[in-house]
């Protein structure tokens, strides 16, 4: 099974810092690697599809690059609604595997 | 609008088995796959396995396949998961996930969940 190690596990942030999020796969993925945003009582939502694709609907202010093994989840300006918990997930292979978790908080 | 309708919270014994269904709407049913993810309480999320599109044929994922089976009824647009053997360790949010067969093979729209307690 594929492995990924999300970092850092837990962050604070305030309203309108830059903050990354870095996913690492235990082998090459390609860019079958997708980021989700989940609240609290939530179903998770798409963000990132592709590594890099902003789902429609998405705020601009999210973007994902990487490729291989290393990827990263950028949002640029944080607001309100994004502190929430965040997942990075492949979909190179079965089974499919997700992160286990970054908890963005306000600082 | 796209739409995955889950079923009722259940509380099962140990032992038990338990279905839930996901009832889809708003797409061509057979273009897309469904996924099963549960969320143990604050836990990241477990894939369980899929069915795939058109065939409608479900896959487990290794760790449950012994206690888990996959349907699908296309006339009425439903997915089911069912789980036997349920321990307190099965205590979880399940939800189902729609996925692409084609592409990068997201999951674009997820259901809100179904929580599943087992408690004796």
């Known amino acids: 099974d594929i492995q990924l190690t999300q970092s850092p596990s837990f962050l604070s942030a305030s309203v309108g810092d830059r903050v990354t999020i870095t996913c690492r796969a235990s082998?090459?993925?390609?860019?079958?690697l997708a980021w989700y945003q989940q609240r609290p009582g939530k179903a998770p939502q798409l963000l990132i599809y592709?590594?890099?694709t902003l789902q429609r609907g998405v705020p601009s202010r999210f973007s994902g690059s990487g490729s291989g093994t290393q990827f990263t989840l950028t949002i640029s300006s944080l607001q309100p609604e994004d502190f929430a918990t965040y997942y990075c997930?492949?979909?190179?292979?079965?089974?499919?595997?997700f992160g286990q978790g970054t908890k963005l908080n306000i600082k | 609008q796209v739409q995955l309708v889950q079923s009722r919270a259940e509380v099962k014994k140990p032992g038990a088995s338990v279905k839930i269904s996901c009832k889809s709407s708003?797409?061509?049913?057979?273009?897309?796959?469904v996924h099963w993810v549960r969320q143990a309480p604050g836990q990241s999320l477990e894939w369980m396995g899929w069915?795939?599109?058109?065939?409608?044929?479900?896959e487990s994922s290794q760790k449950l396949q012994d206690r888990v089976t996959i349907t699908r009824d296309t006339s009425v647009t439903t997915d089911y998961v069912e789980l036997s053997s349920l321990t307190s360790e099965d205590t979880a949010v399940y939800y189902c996930?729609?996925?692409?067969?084609?592409?990068?093979?997201?999951?674009?729209?997820w259901g809100p969940g179904t929580l599943i307690t087992v408690s004796s």
């Open positions: 997930q492949q979909l190179n292979s079965y089974p499919r595997t």
């Open positions: 082998q090459g993925i390609s860019s079958f």
């Open positions: 592709g590594a890099s």
């Open positions: 708003g797409y061509t049913f057979t273009d897309f796959t």
């Open positions: 069915i795939t599109a058109g065939n409608g044929i479900g």
């Open positions: 996930a729609r996925g692409y067969s084609t592409g990068w093979l997201e999951f674009d729209y």
